[in-house]
């Protein structure tokens, strides 16, 4: 890949990102899903990098997805969005960085907007204190935890035990990247990269050794569509996009998806098995499907964090075929143990799909 | 220009969203609901720029402005900067406020969703929870989420979840002092209104459909609307 022409476009689309003392909030989507994914996060901002990052017991949903699909209005969200700011100045910080990519571009959305039309703004503050009796003031900086993760990626790498090298060829592994739409589509400076060019996942990528795959979909939508998925009768909308990708990137034969957005990590995961259980079919060429991994997941595997501890036995498309490439060691016995150890059986396997356990 | 216009053009987002749309398409060719739906966001930019009420109406009574997936690639590639994803958002919203959107078929199904996810918000502080993520209403989810929420208690803790518990963390319960607030937010801002517009045109739609409305997930009418899809219509032709 010729990186000479994108490189130029990506340095016209940087970001100032704060060093330390992070406000975080989380994604109802990745705690629901991937809540290991949420917590390798702060495990490598806090025991690997040595940041303060602070969460708020107090902090809700944004209330994003409810938004994009028209059951909160848009000065209901405004105001939450508000409360949340509060408790972060509250709590003494000043940079904001939510785990969720809807959310983010929710917080954008609506920084644009006050700045825009500050009566809005205006409005937001009377409805906050009115029914909250707080004040609320924006963001110092605000920041995806991705892009944390992309400003620290030299440091990650410099620790960590293991590269996107191929143990067995010592070619670098072949990694796909998948932007949430709402990271930069919506505001291109927002974003490292911008919209077109995105380097917050190929940065991590190259970092680590491995090679960033270019392909013809590469920016396609994942298809959650929000009410596309969320009504059964809509699906087909939302496995339709996903397929697509698959079968775009397919021909490359990539070894791995890394995506920023909980939910595009999620349609990434379950729609290959979907796709496997009404088709018949995996894009890989041995039944395995294509792992699909979160930008934090894969900085905790590179660094060598227990992958079970880590919850990567909630992809429904296995992890395993990228640990035994790479090399990485782990016990199939200990998958699928509870907390303390205990017996808890296995899933089912799936028809269609191979599943290690 | 008429009254269903001057609502439309006091949303700020459609003032965002349209900035003399030049029809090139150029939306279309890169929409994910384009690719499956009867549907082209360049008609939706060319039809509101008529400032016609009786072709607005038509709009908000119809299927056509529920196709959008609100991912937004129409914002990005649009060479006058316009935003179709957000004229539609302008659009859904006055379709509520009508109570127009009970008259189509994906408009209908704003009840389903009021009762998933905005319930879910203010009863629980989240928009989607863990306890709501069954493989009866999300079959996707796989064999491998059933052994999860079969064994939530031993398992969860391992992945660093805090589930149901006090404090920070993944899954947490969130205080009921927060959640009064995100409900007083709801009251003050208009969103309970706007819950309570949903559940009151769909229960007049309901019972002219003969379907019983109830309360909750299993009601006939969020059955038929969580279920009904008219592929022969909606699909691309």
Known sequence: MKLEGKRKIWNEYQKEIADDKYFYVRSCIRQAVFPGSENTYLRIMRDVLKKDVHESAHHTTCTGIGYHTEVVPFETIQTVVARNFALMREAGYENYTPSCVTSFGIYTEVLDTWHHFPE??????????????????????????????????????????????????????????????????????????????????????????????????????????????????????????????????????PDLILTNCPGCNFFMDRWQYALAEMEGKTYDTKGNGIPVLAYEELAGLMLGFDPWEMGLQMHQVGIETLMDKIGIPYNLNEKYKGAKGEDLGVPESPRNINFYK | MGQLFDKLNSDVRFVEGINGCINCGTCTAICPAAEVYDYQPRTIAHLVQTRDDSIIENLLKSDTIWYCGECMSCKTRCPRNNAPGLIIQALRKLSIETGLFVESEKGRQQLALKRMLSDTIIETGYCVHFDHTTLDMFPEQGPMWQWVQDNREAFLPKVGANYKGNGPGAMRSIPQSDIDELRNIFEVSGGLKWMETIEEHSAKKAKEMGLEIGEGKSSEYFTEVYNRNNHAKHSRK
Do not use: W
């Open chain 1, 120 to 253: 809005e703004r205006k409005r937001t503050a009377e409805y906050l204190k009115k029914a909250t009796q707080r004040d609320f003031q924006e963001p110092g900086n605000m920041a995806h935890t991705s892009d944390i993760i992309y400003k620290f990626r030299h440091q990650i790498a410099e620790k960590s035990k293991y590269k996107l090298i191929n143990k067995a060829t010592g070619l670098p592994l072949k990694v796909v990247d998948h932007i949430g739409c709402h990271y930069a589509k919506m505001f291109p400076a927002k974003g490292i990269g911008g919209a077109e060019h995105p380097h917050v996942l190929a940065g991590l990528i190259e970092a680590f050794g491995g090679e960033v795959i270019d392909y013809p979909e590469r920016r396609h939508c994942c298809g959650f569509g929000f009410r596309q998925y969320f009504i059964k009768a809509n699906r087909g909308y939302s496995i339709a996009a996903s397929k697509k990708k698959f079968e775009s990137m397919e021909p490359y034969q």
